[in-house]
T-cell receptor, first 114, second 114 residues
Framework: DTAVSQTPKYLVTQMGNDKSIKCEQN?????MYWYKQDSKKFLKIMFS???????INETVPNRFSPKSPDKAHLNLHINSLELGDSAVYFC?????????????FGEGSRLTVL | AQKVTQAQTEISVVEKEDVTLDCVYE???????LFWYKQPPSGELVFLIR??????QNEISGRYSWNFQKSTSSFNFTITASQVVDSAVYFC???????????FGQGTTLQVKP
């Protein structure tokens, strides 16, 4: 079984559309993250949720709205997509009280905005 | 502020050469964790190693070795007798227990030619 799974793996859409990426982890972790990897391969944290509560929000445009229905799921909804949103989005999870930073990453979701 | 710098953007070597990937970090935390991840052409992030700030012992795992030096804030990664399959983007990362963030360096693209 995949520990952290993201869907879809590939997403191609037009500017202005709204899209969602889903993430699920079966590791029993209490913290989940979204990272964005741009065309230059730079990986940057976007959001983090702990037990469904937002704990990190890295000045991401409010067109991006994460939602955590429970601690095993963290979805990313993006409104009014722009060309610059094209990237690979990685979901990750960890157990916060371990304080070790060991994140388990999903395989990534490649979003292409045309 | 936390920062990770990988000054080498791209490195190209011929198979069987040894190669060292540099990583320099900045943090004011006394407790932190350092990581290396590999991202092969298939795109997933593969965890290689985690080191905590209190453990400066160097580590060797097969052809991989890591040199952690707090005095110079460096955590360098050496691949001995490189192979074509080592071709990937390698990321150094820093986790702060205070902020709960895993911050990545810019990545070093390693190309190993046959």
């Amino acid at each position: 079984d995949t520990a952290v799974s993201q869907t879809p793996k590939y997403l191609v859409t037009q500017m202005g559309n709204d899209k969602s990426i889903k993430c699920e982890q079966n590791l029993g972790h209490d913290t989940m993250y979204w990272y964005k990897q741009d065309s230059k391969k730079f990986l940057k944290i976007m959001f983090s949720y702990n037990n469904k509560e937002l704990i990190i929000n890295e000045t991401v445009p409010n067109r991006f709205s994460p939602k955590s229905p429970d601690k095993a799921h963290l979805n990313l909804h993006i409104n009014s997509l722009e060309l610059g949103d094209s990237a690979v989005y990685f979901c990750a999870s960890s157990q916060r009280d371990k304080h070790t930073g060991e994140l388990f990453f999903g395989e990534g979701s490649r979003l292409t905005v045309l | 502020a936390q920062k990770v710098t990988q000054a080498q953007t791209e490195i190209s070597v011929v198979e069987k050469e040894d190669v060292t990937l540099d990583c320099v970090y900045e943090t004011r935390d006394t407790t932190y964790y350092l990581f290396w991840y590999k991202q092969p052409p298939s795109g997933e992030l593969v965890f290689l190693i985690r080191r905590n700030s209190f453990d400066e012992q160097n580590e060797i795992s097969g052809r991989y070795s890591w040199n952690f030096q707090k005095s110079t804030s460096s955590f360098n990664f050496t691949i001995t007798a490189s192979q074509v399959v080592d071709s990937a983007v390698y990321f150094c990362a820093l986790f702060s227990s205070n902020t709960g963030k895993l911050i990545f360096g810019q990545g070093t693209t390693l190309q190993v030619k046959p």
